[in-house]
């Protein structure tokens, strides 16, 4: 006979069929709670999404030749973006130095609404419309930042026979009217602005100012002395200054620099006096900005203030600035368009003093 399963055993095994689903269900719910916590958690920590970033190549225009320190800083840039993948899309860089830089300006200016076009401005921003009347202004462009502001520094021939900016300067007082040669990058741009402001105290007597296309020409000439004396940026002649063909007078600043790390053997840009305190009453530095054509978003800007706010953060910048001996003051904003309108003004003043302005300027 055979065997029929007792009463009990059919309820047992129910229980253990209706325990065996409960245990399922609470297993599964608890995942899906993790899950959830999980996703939650990750929406907490994740960087939020960009309002907006550029969907192709950025150009990266200069206003200048290459080699002077526009060029330098826009390329160093280049490589720091690309090296820390900073932005997902490749930064071109381009010169476009005619007109004193009213090429590169004006292409700018014509590309008015494209958020995939940024320029690097130096004081050509002002001195290249006030001098040639090419009908364009930084009104026509959207300040981004100033990255920096860059210093002028008087520089001789290392044997030349004089140390100091008095001792030159008292040369160029008995020598004859234009005999000295002070090579500068452009003329009626910044380098000639700072020579005329020096011939205020040459008692009447004039340079021959020699116009370059860019400040590393201009660095090169001097050490092959086909020229007397420049007022480059410390980052154009750095390296001849480090190779004993070049030595610094003084820097066209109303303080000394901070860097004190030796540069030479025994020089540090600290140790360089000012103009002032070296007896030639002379104060001047240089923007370092960005700038977008017209017409842009408050989004498009934002995008270029961060980046160049990541870039400021490496060491590699760090350190740029420091062999460069730049005044590392950054400005974005209201803040920096209001120190553009100060600048404009200045730029303005000396050159309708040093009688640089175009006609109708």
């Known amino acids: 006979m055979k065997d029929e399963p007792l009463e009990g055993s059919k309820s047992n095994q129910k229980f253990f069929e209706e325990t065996k689903k409960e245990l399922e269900m609470r297993k599964l719910n608890k995942a899906l709670t993790v899950a959830c916590g999980l996703a939650a958690a990750l929406a907490m920590t994740a960087p939020p999404a960009l309002a907006w970033e550029p969907t192709k190549a950025v150009t990266f225009v200069i206003p200048a030749g290459t080699g002077g320190g526009a060029d330098q800083m826009a390329r160093f840039i280049q490589g720091v973006v690309s090296k820390h993948k900073l932005m997902d899309q490749p930064i071109v860089v381009i010169n476009k130095s005619g007109g004193a830089g009213a ?9 008015k609404g494209d958020p995939h076009k940024i320029i690097i401005t130096l004081s050509n921003l002002f001195t290249t419309p006030l001098s040639t ?9 959207t300040p981004v930042a100033m990255l920096a ?8 021939p290392a ?10 300067v008292e040369a160029v007082k008995a020598g004859a009217d234009r005999q000295y040669k002070m090579g500068g990058t452009g003329s009626k741009q910044e380098d000639q602005i700072i020579t005329v402001a020096i011939e205020r105290q040459t008692g009447g007597k004039k340079f021959t100012y020699v116009p370059f296309q860019g400040g590393g020409t201009v660095a090169v000439q001097l050490v092959g002395k086909h020229i007397n004396s420049s007022v480059n940026n410390p980052i154009e002649a750095v390296q001849h200054w480090k190779s004993g063909a070049l030595k610094p007078l003084c820097i066209f600043d109303s303080k000394r620099s ?19 305190e070296a007896g030639l009453p002379v104060e001047y530095q240089m923007l370092r900005g960005i700038f977008m054509p017209g017409g842009v978003t408050e989004d498009q800007v934002k995008f270029y203030v961060d980046l160049f706010q990541k870039v400021r953060e490496t060491q590699e910048w760090k350190d740029f600035m420091k062999n460069g ?8 904003g209201e803040e920096f368009k209001k120190w553009v309108e100060n600048a404009e003004k200045v730029h303005y003043d000396l050159m309708k003093e040093a009688g640089f302005l175009a006609a109708g300027k």
Do not use: H
């Open 103 to 111: 090429e590169g300006f004006l292409e700018v200016k014509n590309s």
């Open 133 to 141: 009347g090419t009908p364009f202004s930084w009104k026509d462009l």
């Open 149 to 156: 502001l860059d210093q002028f520094i008087l520089w001789v």
């Open 159 to 168: 044997d030349a026979p004089y140390n100091t900016a008095k001792e030159y």
């Open 258 to 276: 901070t860097y004190n790390e030796k540069v030479t053997s025994d020089k540090a840009w600290s140790d360089i006096p000012t103009c002032m």
């Open 325 to 332: 001996a730049f005044n590392q003051t950054f400005m974005s």
